[in-house]
């Protein structure tokens, strides 16, 4: 559970909406889902966990570093969540196409719609649609974001 609340949190709050959540098959263990607390959902547990992100653009140059950006201090404070932040050195689109060969994609997978991967992983039936994480395990996520994000 916590790694879908981190996945829709820092998805829909830093990260585009072009974001496309690919990692790994669907599963989600049930046994593990947490559905109390007080205060936002996101709060509920804050275990540290690190979550892989790929960013599809050579020229993303943003580097994972709590110890030095105040943003990403934040959201590691707050949240527990560390991110582990790779972008392609050679051909996106070979590197992209290996991982998901290889079934190897990280947790987060950033990357424009209009890619032929968006299809061939969602025929693959191997994306998540945000707004159903949220309603599952964030539901008053959307008490706190914009209706212009809706």
């Known amino acids: 559970m916590k790694k879908l609340i981190a996945l829709a949190s820092i998805a829909l709050l830093v990260i585009p909406v072009f974001t496309v ?3 790994g098959a669907k599963e989600v263990d049930e046994a593990a889902v947490v559905r109390e607390g007080t205060g936002p959902s996101w709060t509920w547990d804050t275990e540290p966990i690190t979550l892989g ?8 140059t943003k ?3 709590p110890e030095v950006n ?13 991110l582990d932040i790779s972008v392609p050195t050679g051909d996106a689109q070979e590197r992209l196409n290996t991982m998901i060969a290889g079934n190897t994609l990280p947790d987060i997978v950033v990357l424009g719609w209009w890619f032929d991967q968006v299809r061939q992983l969602q025929e693959a039936d191997r994306l998540y649609p945000l707004n159903e994480l949220i309603d599952e395990y964030a539901p008053d996520f959307w008490d706190i974001i914009p209706q212009s994000m809706v």
Request: proline residues 0%.
């Open 63 to 65: 580097r994972w570093n």
């Open 70 to 82: 105040i943003r990403d201090a934040k959201i590691l404070e707050e949240t527990g969540v560390n």
């Open 21 to 23: 959540t690919a990692g």
């Open 53 to 60: 992100l790929y960013m599809h653009e050579g020229w993303y």
